[in-house]
């Protein structure tokens, strides 16, 4: 008898996909630590292979629209996917107001407020100027004026100049401000854009720079009060400060699985069924080869509802279903941990699709400058 070689079989795939799954118990998750590494496993070679990356990564788009976005990003790790999610955040250039000269302000805001809050407020413009002709705008060194460093292609000059008065044809038992007086509320459409030198070519008409959103309040004004302030708006990032940041919100989250493990019937099914949101379970009738099916829990309930797993991406994994005793055994929750779900929200100056786009470049751009580092690190070592 040739003695044994001690190795062990190759994983099945049921098994290489249950690695793949982070567990949610009743109280507890499982499985949380990647072990797709070399010498994790005993005789597995996991060691990272182009090819097989190539075959099993993928991006499916679920909404594309202009300013916000979702897709699945397959078979990647999770620190790629965060790398992503920090670009978008932080790491594509935006134009926002970051210089305010506030010549009058009587209104109840403070000046120090009213000045962020102008900041925060989102524009949009003409792409190619926003994004090939405006230059970043470098701070005065010091014996410098501080005009000796704004010039048209790094600065963008607004105004927002009101001051509110009564309405003599107001309605004589109005209650409403907006009625009894003239600019009552100031809001980003009041804010005027005045282009300058060159600017006109590339930012008029559709293309002018504008707030994304015109219904954004900045303040309330009484009779007496008024505002004179002039703004320049600069290109930065985000990381420097949130006004920069091209996205309201860049974010992810796991691929939810669900697995019915044991028929769950009847009333049980359609309680099942309300343990999760709207879609994520269906109500099927039992068919006739499923009842005559032996070993299928099935039979003998032909026609009866029984619950199916049919969307799981809407569910939020809210372990609901595993709080009630009579589906102890008969669902396993999880979430796949190379699935990754990603939400994108454009604060205007950047499609949606674009800000993705735009975070594979950064990231590759990154990987240029990191190559010849760690080839000559390794060379001098």
């Known amino acids: 008898m040739a003695p044994s070689s001690g190795r062990r079989q190759p994983p099945s795939a049921e098994e290489l996909d249950e690695r793949n799954i982070v567990g949610i118990n009743k109280e507890t998750v499982t499985n949380t630590v990647s072990n797709d590494y070399p010498e994790n496993y005993a005789n597995e070679e996991h060691a990272w292979d182009k090819d097989a990356f190539r075959n099993s990564f993928k991006v499916q788009w679920h909404q594309n629209e202009q300013f916000e976005a979702q897709f699945s990003l ?128 590339f930012f008029s008409g559709e293309d002018a720079i504008r707030p994304f959103n015109p219904d954004i309040l900045i303040a309330k004004l009484r009779p007496h009060q008024e505002v004179d302030i002039e703004m320049h708006m600069h290109k930065g990032y985000g990381w420097d400060h949130a006004k920069w940041s091209p996205v309201a919100t ?5 691929m939810p699985t669900i697995t019915i493990t044991q028929p769950i019937l009847g009333d049980d099914a359609r309680k099942f069924a309300g343990c999760f949101m709207d879609g994520v379970i269906g109500l099927e009738p039992v068919t006739r080869q499923e009842a005559r099916q032996k070993g299928s829990g099935y039979e003998g309930h032909e026609g009866e ?61 990154k990987c240029q400058v990191l190559r010849p580092q760690v080839t000559n690190m390794v060379y001098t070592y």
């Open 305 to 365: 509802l029984k619950a199916v797993v049919k969307d799981p991406m809407r569910d939020t994994v809210s372990r609901e279903a595993l709080r009630h005793p009579e589906f102890e055994g008969k669902v396993k929750l999880g979430r796949r941990r190379d699935h990754f779900i990603f939400s994108i929200e454009s604060t205007g100056q950047w499609d949606s699709d674009e800000l993705f786009l735009e975070a594979v470049k950064t990231l590759k751009k």
């Open 74 to 201: 397959v078979g990647v790790d999770a620190s790629i996917a965060n790398a992503f999610r920090r670009i978008l955040i932080a790491e594509i250039p935006t134009l926002a107001i970051d210089i305010v000269y506030i010549h009058n302000n009587t209104s109840v805001i403070q000046d120090e407020v009213l000045a962020h809050r102008l900041g925060l407020i989102p524009f949009t413009g003409g792409k190619k100027g926003l994004r090939e002709w405006m230059r970043f705008w470098r701070r005065p060194a010091e014996g410098e004026g501080a005009y000796d460093t704004t010039f048209d292609n790094n600065t963008v000059c607004l105004k927002l100049k009101a001051q509110c008065t009564h309405n003599k044809n107001a309605p004589a038992n109005s209650k409403d401000p907006k009625e009894l007086y003239h600019n009552a509320h100031l809001y980003a459409k009041d804010i005027t854009f005045e282009p300058l030198g060159a600017q006109p070519k």
């Open 250 to 254: 860049a974010s992810y989250r796991l």
